[in-house]
């Protein structure tokens, strides 16, 4: 699904923090940003794998451009079977960086409710890990163009 650009007020240039101006910039912006700042600096640990703001930036933009390739344009909503990891972080700056939406399921979905879920979404894709791939796979078919096996 497609928002139309028309009627859409853009963000201000700044806004006023406290009398002080802060420039409006949306999250993959905000990466990008403290990437330039923090540089190989720790941004986040998930489940014992650090990544430095760099890396989040780097790994975020490669999935972004697979998703484009993959046919997501703004607007288009892309799903997560996934657990707490780096894979769901970077996935999420990835979909925002693409100007998809990201939409995570409960990684305990299973059967009719996964489907269920997953119809609700309205996601195109769909990414996966080992762990909820198995539940994932009989269900396939009826879930979503395209899943991704991270």
């Known amino acids: 699904m497609n928002i139309p650009a028309e009627g859409i007020e853009k963000a201000p240039p700044a806004l006023a923090v406290n009398g002080r101006a802060v420039p409006w910039m949306g999250l993959a912006e905000v990466l990008r940003d403290k990437a330039r700042q923090h540089g190989d600096a720790l941004f ?5 794998v650090e990544l430095s703001y760099n ?15 993959a046919g997501v344009e703004s607007g288009d909503r892309v799903a997560s079977i996934l657990y707490n990891c780096a894979e769901q972080a970077i996935g999420w700056f990835g979909a925002l ?4 939406v990201w939409t995570t399921l409960n990684a305990g979905l299973t059967g009719e409710d ?7 979404a309205r996601a195109g894709i769909l990414i ?3 762990e909820t791939w198995a539940r994932v796979e009989p269900l396939a078919a ?5 899943v991704v096996y991270c």
Do not use: F, M, Q, Y
């Open 44 to 48: 986040c640990e998930i489940d014992g």
């Open 55 to 69: 890396e989040l930036d780097r790994r975020s933009d490669r999935v972004a451009a697979g998703l484009k390739a």
């Open 114 to 120: 996964l489907v269920n879920g997953l119809t609700d």
């Open 97 to 100: 960086k693409a100007g998809a």
């Open 128 to 130: 996966v890990e080992p």
């Open 142 to 146: 009826r879930l979503c163009d395209i």
